[in-house]
């Protein structure tokens, strides 16, 4: 929704550092474990007078991993990363600033943030939504906005 992009946006731009929680997770063990400045939740944005520490001036995202492969672990990102790795999908896949792209990912999810951050890299459009790609409100949506693209995991188009 906006208010979560324009917060996760506003925690960058603020030099916060953000780490990402689902939609649904109970968020407690992280604030206890992390001791984060803000915490941005459904309830608002919670400043924190007890933060944990100094973190590194250049860190900008805390992605967790799925934990395939045990329990998940915490992925730290530079400002730097995320603009090489936006330059990076915005040159490979040729996004331009007339594309509209709905964001179909969670923000919680890499693959998701990858969308937001190159299309607004290029200068184009998100159509943000929370619709599944198998509700026919999604597909009202996208061509009321003249959506051009649309990202997703095989599931997503196991779906279709």
């Not at 946006?9 to 407690?28: I, K, N």
């Not at 520490?53 to 492969?69: F, K, Y």
Request: proline share 4%; glycine share 8%; net charge negative.
């Amino acid at each position: 929704d906006v208010a979560t992009l324009v917060h996760y946006l506003g925690a960058l731009a603020g030099g916060h550092v953000v780490l990402p929680v689902p939609a649904g997770r109970e968020h407690t063990d992280v604030i206890a474990a992390y001791r984060p400045d803000v915490v941005v939740d459904a309830s608002g944005v919670h400043i924190r007078a007890d933060a944990g520490h100094e973190l590194h001036p250049d860190l900008a995202l805390l992605m967790s991993t799925s934990g395939s492969t045990g329990s998940p672990k915490l992925v730290r990102l530079s400002h730097a990363n995320l603009v090489a790795n936006a330059k990076s999908i915005v040159e490979y896949l040729g996004i331009r600033e007339t594309d509209r792209a709905a964001t179909t990912l969670p923000l919680s999810y890499c693959y998701g943030l990858s969308v937001v951050h190159s299309h607004l890299l290029a200068g184009a459009t998100l159509i943000l939504t929370e619709r599944s790609v198998a509700d026919a409100e999604f597909w009202d949506l996208f061509r009321r906005n003249q959506g051009t693209t649309f990202a997703g995991v095989p599931y997503t188009f196991e779906l279709l």
